[in-house]
T-cell receptor
């Protein structure tokens, strides 16, 4: 079954404590992205990756890091989380030249 | 700055009615306009999409209308059903960035009352 798997699904953490949200896909897609979803703002792209070792900033990259060492994995790293990063996060993938994005189930992060 | 603006923010429709959600975009380089549907606790999923060389696309009860000169597009849900209750996002992308860079609207929470 084609899947985009995010972990954890829910996370409550404290300000400044480094955390990583993992994303893994089994569709052999080249493109992977991270979005955050906030009420009234829709989905905003944080970072994206066109392929292994190729990443670029999206619209709201501040406070986030990513890496793409393997094709299937695209972790999102918050080095020093702050309360304004409390949000619902989605990982998405698409194939090279493809238009459809496939989303994970989401990770709800609360930073207190 | 929101490059794709969506309205309304929320919409309540009676079963059997027509739901209409509107979007406007600014970037004329956009050449692909999908709509995503999101149920609570799930990620968004592609519902229907249109390219700017056609003015309308229909799939079952869902229709996209596209007005290139006005830089607007809309989603019409005919015979709306309670199972259509979800959040709907319009989006846009261009050939260069393909599916890796979608610009989304703010979202519309649709409630269809039985």
């Amino acid at each position: 079954e084609a899947q985009v798997t995010q972990n954890p699904r829910y996370l409550i953490t404290v300000t400044g404590k480094k955390l990583t949200v993992t994303c893994s896909q089994n569709m052999n897609h080249e493109y992977m992205s991270w979005y955050r979803q906030d009420p009234g703002l829709g989905l905003r792209q944080i970072y994206y990756s066109m392929n292994v070792e190729v990443t670029d900033k999206g619209d709201v990259p501040e406070g986030y890091k990513v890496s793409r060492k393997e094709k299937r994995n695209f972790p999102l790293i918050l080095e020093s989380p702050s309360p304004n990063q409390t949000s619902l996060y989605f990982c998405a993938t698409s194939r090279s030249g493809g238009r459809e994005a496939f989303f994970g189930q989401g990770t709800r992060l609360t930073v207190v | 700055q929101q490059q794709v603006k969506q309205s309304p923010q929320s919409l309540i429709v009676q079963k059997g009615g027509i739901s209409i959600i509107n979007c406007a975009y600014e970037n004329t380089a956009f050449d692909y306009f999908p709509w995503y549907q999101q149920f609570p606790g799930k990620g968004p999923a592609l519902l229907i999409a249109i390219r700017p060389d056609v003015s309308e696309k229909k799939e079952g009860r869902f229709t996209i209308s596209f007005n290139k000169s006005a830089k607007q597009f809309s989603l019409h849900i005919m015979d709306s059903q309670p199972g259509d209750s979800a959040t709907y996002f319009c989006a846009a992308s261009n050939r260069e960035t393909s599916g890796s860079r979608l610009t989304f609207g703010e979202g519309t929470q649709l409630t269809v009352n039985p």
